[in-house]
């Protein structure tokens, strides 16, 4: 995803940004970028030639905080990848390093920018679904090869990417969860690997408690060919929402109000009617992404906040939301317990250290 961030910023892509320099360990990727900008192969040696406003941080999961707490003491902006970290531990360090130094903060949460998803946030924070009754996800449309995980080490491991579907694909789709529906008192999961050849898990079977109702989350990255759903039902409505299209039903009365009525066994017809509307994603939209993918939306929003244009749609400090759900999940699956939320951050560190040790020994 650097790659692709760099191309965004180097075309002109990012009002009010521009591309001044590329740091890569990689030397082939280094010579790729070296007709187009400064490169470097040390962020450190970079920081120290370059006068920076801000930068993206698109490495390998475990690096990310040591990376952006290293920018955000010196003041520069930070843009850093999903996941904001491996651990709820280290996310939180970051978040205090953030705060301290004043500088802006953000995360690749790209799917926050869907008006599928914004449209149906605003109708579950405005009231108008009624008393959360239910919800239920299922993300089954990332597939991924035996040959994706081959292609580089780090991935599908513990000890190089602190988790497998769940911290890479799924983050996304919890983070639109809990940015719609707010955050759950606790989960109980089960992870498995299927067909592949892996450390870590390629499907998650979730359930969320919340105070009056579950959120049922299932994922996988094996299936063929794959769905991604968002059911969110209340008394007074339901949500089916996809990526690119999300179908409305809004009740004329409310479920209480149809139980109350009734003086049949299924309730009365009359009282079950409902408006029916349908939300898009839009064709210009889809084209636009097409061409410079979602994640450039994210890159214009930070711009036009780093240019004194008001808040971010997705502040870094709420990158830590997600990942309580991805920690808590693999530390449900690990115990075969609940686990509370929010989760106690240096208990599961030591949890992911004591499997990332057992991959590194061949257990």
Known sequence: MGGKHALNLAKGRVKGARLACVCDTDKTVRGKWSARCAVYADYKVMAEKEKLDAVVVATPHYSHVEIAKFFLARGVAVLVEKPV?????????????????????????????????????????????????????????WYRSQFYYDMGGWRASWSGEGGGTLINQCVHQLDVMQWILGMPESVTAVCRTVNR??????EVCANFAYKDFNAVFTASAHEVPGVN????AGDRGLVRAGKFRADIYLLEKSEEEINALSRRDYGNKKDKKYKKYTVRYGLFNLLRDGIRGQQCNILCDFARVLNGGGKLIAPG???INGLQLINGVYASDWTKKTMALPLDGKAYTKLLEEHAAGEKGGC
Do not use: C, P
Not at 197 to 202: A, G, P, R
Not at 229 to 232: A, L, N, R, S
């Open 197 to 202: 050849n892996i450390s870590t898990e390629n």
């Open 229 to 232: 759903v968002m059911e969110i």
């Open 317 to 319: 400090e709420e990158g």
């Open 85 to 141: 970290s491996v651990t709820v531990e280290w996310a939180e360090e970051l978040n205090k390093a953030a705060k301290s130094s004043g500088a802006l903060f953000g995360i690749m949460y790209n799917q926050r920018t869907n008006r599928v998803y914004a449209h149906v946030r605003e109708l579950v924070k405005s009231g108008r679904l009624g008393t959360i009754r239910r919800a239920n996800i299922t993300v089954t449309d």
